[in-house]
Each structure stands twice: as structure tokens, then as C-alpha cells.
């Protein structure tokens, strides 16, 4: 088992109230898999995958939860065993590209503090000529053949596709053994999302990395994944292995957010699904998604669902399946 | 056309070029707004000075002084032409370093501002120098653990700072740390008994110069106070400031960024969070830095400080008409100079600003 996740809960303290955000999430898998979640904006995938590297802004709590990486419990070791991880381990390519690289200092001087320390951690203190080599060899291998002006340059001076690629060779170089990816293409020109995502791709199998790619762009999910989780409200609704889940959805969820999708064959944009997120602060006390479905029972509003298998590598949280 | 007409366009071309790159310099055209603003200021504070009731000469050569010496003293102003030919007559002594004769120190008020301009220098500056190192020290206690101990002292701290007027905490200071604990003197420059030369007029400058360890550090207790005095209240709002900042900043996706790549959080915080927090701060600090100026001429009358602001004030009091547009040309010039600093400073805190002009 490279990552297990228990029974994860993260709230977010506002002035006056808590946001009860993730409600309870698990997610396992095993080296070598990749793995997709799905689900709305604002369902808590970015606080998932935050909480993985411990990285949650400072009014974020975890009340109760596992997070194990290998043998390594996240949410309890130290300061000196996390950064490890962090150097050398796990790798996360950031939503928004704009957002993540620092807009006051140069790519150079951001990069080349990542290899340093990731070098630090693997016992080897780098002279400024390694750095430099480092870091031009994961530009190279991100495709931005123009290094050496990429390198002075800051954040805001790129485009668009040149900074996620700077993002993702950022992430590269701290994922030894996971890359997490957080929509990494929401941000960037349509015609060059799909340039990005065989990027990752090949990256990914070059280099034998296991991969968690967040997005709610269903089609990316359903090419570049082996299994995938549904999330909404902070509550994972259903697992299966892609190609099941796309074809036999057991949660209503699942079903109506595939059938909103709109589909190139027939034409036609689908109905979506009444409703909206619930709010954090007073979250339903049964399922979350109970007050949005079509099929919801009493029990629904008042008892959460427990994780149901229905099939092998299929599981399912929902009170029709228990 | 022959090699030399072409030669001729080639080297005009390149000069145009070149005159053209420094027009487009920004530091060129900054410094080209400036002399336009002072000539601005100077007309205003000309007029201003002028068409205030009260007669100068009457009031610089007393009630008892016969009508027919006050009259030549006029003629000597040209306060009897209009408006526009004095302003020409100021502005052609002012183009051969010559500001005007000052109507209560009969000297030319050059004379007088290179004498009394020093001593503010040397308040403003140290003002400045406390003010700088104490809103960073102060701004990153707190912003680095916000709500502990550290954080609560500065905020009271920051809301008396704010709220309570330099000229207060001037006697404040002095009550506390001179008279009560007699720590430090409470006004004056330097002490007795000392023999200072004025090299540059920097009394702290002066005595270092000549080697005169003794009296330097006699100088510099009489700076603390009136510069603590001016300082305090621009310490607390910038503090609060890179407080603020700082706090909102170590939340954002590129801080986060930095953590997952497993870089220790004093890297992260002194490098990666403090530079961008640190850009509304700078800009703070220059709008702080008039109040700095005008506050000084309060402090300065509060701790008998021979200061250009203490010479303002009297000659506004006496309608010294050339001495009050002196000083407020030093001070506007004073302005000027330190924006155009402060800008550099910014440009090069953030690169977004020097690349998109």
C-alpha cells in the first residue's frame, strides 16, 4: 500500500464559525496506480490533496483522521521525517500555476531552492553549477528548450503553458514516488491542455510515478486514470475502477454528474443536477448529497452512509446499496 | 546622395534615438515632473505669502521704527512692484543660488537653511532609521505568530502609536526617560562643555570626524528621544501593515507551494512570504515620511532643536516672506528626492512595476 487514507476530517476556522469541509474521507492505493477524483468545484478536492503533504493554509484543522504514506503516519511524525517526504517523496503540481510560483522572485531562484533541498535530503550538498544543471535538465524534460531565459525570468513574464510547465517540473523534482495533480489544466488555453496532459503522462510512465489527478473534467479522468473516486461535499461517494465507474455508476451522483456532461456524439448538453453544495458551516447530518437526490429515503437525511462493496474494486457509500 | 549626407542621417538618427531612450527612462522624466512640482509650489507659497495680510518690512523692522526707513526697507523688497515682477526677481536670485534676504535674520535665506537644515537631517534621518528597523521588527514578531503574547503587545502598542500624537508622546518620552529616570537628556543638541567644529553640521557626523568619541555619543543620547518621539506613530501603522500582509501572504498557493517541496519554514517565511509583504509597507513609508517632516516641526519646538523646522515656524510667525518659501522649497525638494528613492527601492522589491513601465 503506497498511500491510506482513514477517515479523514478537515474543517476551516472562520471568525465566527467552522467549516466542516471534509467529512470523513478514505482512499487507498497501491504503488504503481493512478487514480482519478471527481467531483464539483468547491467539493474539497484540493483540501485532499493539501492534507496529504500537510501544507493546509493556517486555519485548517484536522480533528480526527490517518493519513499513511508507506509506513510513514503524515498527520503525527515530525518536522524532520515529513520534510523528507516533502523533498523527495510526493511532488504536487498546483491548480493554478499563476498562483503558486512566487511573483517576486525569479523561476531560477524558486527552482533551484526545491533541488537544493531535495538534494539535501537524498546527502549531498550541491554546488550553484549542480543546481543550475538540475534545474535545466527538468526544464529540458518538461519541454521549455528555452531554459536559460525561462530561468531569469519571473513568473509573469511567461505564458500561460510555459508557467504550468514550469509548475510541473517543480513538482517532478520532489516526486520520487507520487505526483499529485490538481486540475492541471483548468488554467491554461484549451489548445494547449491537451499538449499538458500527454506531457504528465509520459512523465509519469518514464518515470514509474504514481499519480492522483484531481479534475472535474470527466473525459481527462476517464483517459488517464486506472481507478477513480467520486467526492462531493467532503464525502467520497463511490470508488470503482475507471472503466466500471464510467460504464455501471451505482450512486445517484455518480450517475447524474456523468449524465451532465455534455457529449460530442449525440449533441446534447445534459440536465445537470438541481441544486447547489450544501453550506459547510450547517452540512446535512445524513448524506450530503441527500437534499439534491432524486432518490433520497428518510434515512437519508438523518443517518450517513456507510462504505458498501458491491463489487470487487467497487465500493459504494449510499443507503440504497446497504 | 553622397556618403557624407548619409553618414549626416545615420548620426542624427542615432542621436534622436538616444534623446528619445531618455525621455523613455522614468527616472529622467520623475526627476523632469519634480522641477516642474517645485516651480508649482514656489508660485503658490510666493503668492500665498504675499497676499496674507500684514506688512513684512513693518513687522520685521518693529512699531517703532521711523516711516521713511520702512519705506526703503519695501523698495529694497520690491514689495511696492506687482505680484509677477517680484516673483521674476525672486526666481532670477534663485537661479544664481540666492533664495532672497530673510526679513528677521537680515541674512540670505540660503545662508540661514544651510545653518538650520542640518539639525533636521539629523532628526529626520534618525527617525527614519528607528522607524524602518522598528515596524520590521515589530510587523515580523507579529506577523510570524499572530495572536501570541508578541502579537498582542504590538497591537496596543500600534493603537496607542496611532492614536496618540507625536508632540504627546514627545513629553511623554521626555517626562518618562528624562526627568523620571534620567536617562537621557531631555532637549538641546549636544551638552556643555563640549567643543564641537561644524564640519558638515551633523553634530554626530561632526564629532566622529574629529575623533571626539565622548561628545558623539553625548550627541546621539540627544537624538533618541525627539526621534522616538517622531517615529512612534509610523512604526505602529507600518508595523500593523506587514502584520496584515504577512498573515494574508503565508496562506497563499505559492507559500504552500514552497512547503511541499519540503523547504524549512524560516526560509519560506523570511524569503518567500516577507518580500512581496514587504511592497505595500515601502509604500507606506513614503507618505509616513511627509508626516515625518511635517511632525518634526512640532518635536523640534518641543525639544529646542536649531532645527530648519523651528526656523519655518518663526518665520511664519513674522511673515518672513522669502524664509517661508525657502523652507518649503527645501522640504518639497526633500520629498521629491525621497519618493524618487523609495520608488527605486519598490522597483526593485517588485519586478512587476519595473518591467511594465
Known sequence: MLLNIQDLYVHYKSYWYINKVLNGVWLRMVEGERVGIIGETGSGKTTLLKSILRILP??????????????????????????????????????????????????????????????????????????????????????????????????FQLSGGMRQRVMIAMALISAGKLLLADEPTTNIDVTIQDQILKLIDRLVKQRGLSTILVSHALGMVRQMTDRAYVLYAGDIMEEARTSELFDHPAHP?????????????????????????????????????APRCPYALDKCHTVKPKRTIINTDHAVACHLYE | MTNQDSDLNTSQSRISARLSSLIDNYYIRKIAYSIVTLLGISVLIFVIARVLPGDPARLALGPRAPEDVVEQYRQMLHLHEPLYVQYFVWLTDVFHGRLGISLVTF???????????????????????????????????????????????????????????????????????????????????????????????????????QGNIPAFFDALSHLIIPSLALAIGTIAQEARILRANLIENVNKDYIL??????????????????????????????????????????????????????YGITAMLRKDLNAIVGVVLVIGLAYT????????????LDPRIKHKR
Open chain 1, 58 to 155: 493556517q486555519n485548517a484543522l484536522i480533528p480526527s483522521g490517518v493519513i499513511k504514506f508507506k509506513d510513514i503516519d503524515i498527520l503525527r511524525s515530525g518536522e524532520a521525517e515529513l520534510s523528507t517526504v516533502r523533498r523527495r517523496e510526493i511532488g504536487m503540481i498546483f491548480q493554478d500555476p499563476m498562483a503558486a510560483l512566487n511573483p517576486v522572485f525569479k523561476i531560477k531562484d524558486q527552482l533551484y531552492d526545491v533541488v537544493k533541498y531535495k538534494l539535501l535530503a537524498e546527502g549531498h550538498n550541491p554546488t550553484k553549477e549542480e543546481l543550475h544543471d538540475h534545474a535545466v535538465r527538468v526544464l529540458n524534460d518538461v519541454k521549455l528548450p528555452d531554459y536559460e531565459r525561462v530561468l531569469e525570468s519571473f513568473p
Open chain 1, 253 to 289: 451522483y455518480t450517475s447524474l454528474l456523468i449524465s451532465s456532461a455534455p457529449k460530442i456524439s449525440t449533441r446534447e448538453i445534459g440536465e445537470g443536477i438541481r441544486g447547489k453544495l450544501p453550506d459547510y458551516r450547517f452540512p446535512p447530518i445524513g448524506c450530503r448529497f
Open chain 2, 107 to 209: 541674512r540670505d535665506v540660503t545662508t540661514d537653511i544651510i545653518e538650520f537644515l542640518p539639525a533636521t537631517v539629523e532628526l529626520i534621518v534618525f527617525a527614519l532609521v528607528i522607524d524602518v528597523v522598528g515596524a520590521f521588527t515589530l510587523g515580523v514578531l507579529s506577523g510570524r505568530r499572530p495572536n501570541s503574547a508578541v502579537d498582542n503587545f504590538v497591537r496596543v502598542f500600534a493603537y496607542a502609536g496611532i492614536a496618540i500624537p507625536s508632540f504627546v508622546w514627545a513629553i511623554i518620552l521626555q517626562l518618562i526617560l528624562a526627568s523620571w529616570l534620567g536617562l537621557l537628556p531631555a532637549y538641546g543638541r549636544l551638552s556643555l562643555g563640549y567643543e564641537v567644529k561644524r564640519i558638515t553640521g551633523l553634530v554626530t557626523l561632526d564629532t566622529l570626524l
Open chain 2, 257 to 310: 507551494n514552497m512547503y511541499s517541496h519540503g523547504l524549512p519554514g524560516s526560509v519560506v517565511f523570511f524569503k518567500y512570504a516577507l518580500k512581496p509583504s514587504m511592497i505595500p509597507t515601502v509604500t507606506i513609508m513614503t507618505l509616513d515620511m511627509a508626516s515625518l517632516i511635517g511632525n518634526a516641526f512640532l518635536v523640534e519646538f518641543i525639544f529646542n532643536w536649531p532645527g530648519l523646522s523651528r
Open chain 2, 337 to 348: 528626492l525621497a519618493s524618487i528613492v523609495i520608488d527605486l527601492l519598490i522597483s526593485n
